[in-house]
């Protein structure tokens, strides 16, 4: 497993990451605690490094079981969470969104509440969770600044969702020399991937891209095709059917990303975000230990050419072919699948 750092914080990331998003919760179904801290430890041991989870997962339980095991392996893992819904006073309904809460007085208690649930005094990576634009005010960037200066969090970012916004929160925290910009970003939805990309660099900024959903919610590693059942509770259940129906087709097209065996299309989606010097980690949702064996390694499959580069960015160009919008217009479908569809979904649509 290799490193990268992320922004010029001097924060180390591992080029895979753990979205700790199913650690504590019961949106990629039914885990108990003990599985969940097996599956913890089992990708510390595999070479992962980076755990990206939030305080709103689990209302907390999320950050308090990462932090038994940061209380044993601490000096092996760097750790970001996210803070910005209130879920102190508001409960959790079922899978749906809660209120924000961008105050800066509320983000500093927030902080406080979880470096408590962690066990830490400084998190490594702290991330206001799908704020809006207008909510990045001069007393929120203050207060980030304020607690990179007392060394409560070692780098800074932001983590987005289609729910309530992508390129200007984006672009705003990239010119703002944020440390990094967390986002939805696949094979199959590339536009807010390359708009990051381009911003990076003609920006000449230092921030760092952490894609999520590299499988584009289980379609590139095929762990969803045509005869799969979506459980009860499984949140993958809020992409529209056209999604999967045309992602079956359009994965097809990328199969000279397998090289004959050479590497998966699960590991192949990795490496293409990695091939990106923008990248700093990729972050999927491991439902399995196998899951964790196959993507850890992903690094370790050859590097995605120039000349691969060019071919997929060719084929997304075409749609990959794929001529069928199911009584939708190109630009309608782009939308609802770069947003998810999820827009009633809240936090769910932009976790996966």
Do not use: C
């Amino acid at each position: 497993m290799q490193h990268r750092e992320l922004g010029d914080s001097g924060v180390e990331v591992s080029e895979v990451g753990f979205g700790a998003w199913v650690v504590g919760t019961d949106w990629w179904g039914d885990r108990d605690e003990d599985d969940a801290l097996e599956m913890v430890e089992y990708a510390l041991d595999a070479g992962i490094t980076y755990f990206d989870t939030g305080d709103v997962y689990g209302h907390g339980r999320s950050e308090e079981l990462l932090g038994e095991v940061l209380a044993e392996r601490g000096d092996e893992m760097t750790v970001a969470t996210k803070v910005g819904y209130d879920f102190y006073n508001n409960p959790q309904a079922g899978h749906g969104e809660l209120p924000k809460e961008m105050d800066a007085e509320y983000l500093r208690d927030a902080v406080e509440g979880s470096l408590d649930r962690l066990g830490v005094d400084s998190v490594d990576y702290l991330q206001l969770h799908n704020p809006d634009v207008s909510e990045l005010t001069p007393d929120v960037l203050e207060l980030l600044d304020e607690l990179r200066e007392d060394g409560r969090a070692e780098a800074i970012g932001v983590a987005l969702g289609p729910s309530i916004g992508w390129l200007a929160e984006g672009d705003f925290a990239i010119e703002e020399a944020f440390d990094g910009v967390q986002y939805v970003g696949n094979l199959l939805e590339q536009d807010v991937h390359n708009h990051f990309v381009e911003t990076v660099r003609e920006t000449g900024a230092a921030t760092s891209l952490i894609p999520r959903v590299p499988h584009s919610s289980g379609l590139l590693n095929e762990q969803v095709t045509p005869e799969t059942e979506l459980g009860e509770g499984d949140h993958r259940g809020f992409r529209p059917d056209e999604w999967y129906e045309t992602g079956w087709e359009k994965i097809e097209k990328l199969r000279f990303l397998e090289r004959d065996g050479a590497r998966t299309l699960g590991q192949a989606a990795i490496q293409w975000l990695l091939s990106f010097d923008e990248v700093a980690s990729v972050t999927p949702t491991f439902r399995s230990k196998d899951d964790i064996d196959e993507w850890a390694a992903a690094p370790e499959t050859p590097a995605v050419s120039d000349e691969e580069r060019q071919r997929v960015a060719d084929l997304y160009a075409d749609n990959f072919g794929v001529d069928r919008f199911d009584g939708m217009a190109e630009e309608d479908y782009r939308t609802s699948v770069d947003g998810d569809d999820l827009r009633d979904a809240g936090i769910v649509g932009s976790a996966d």
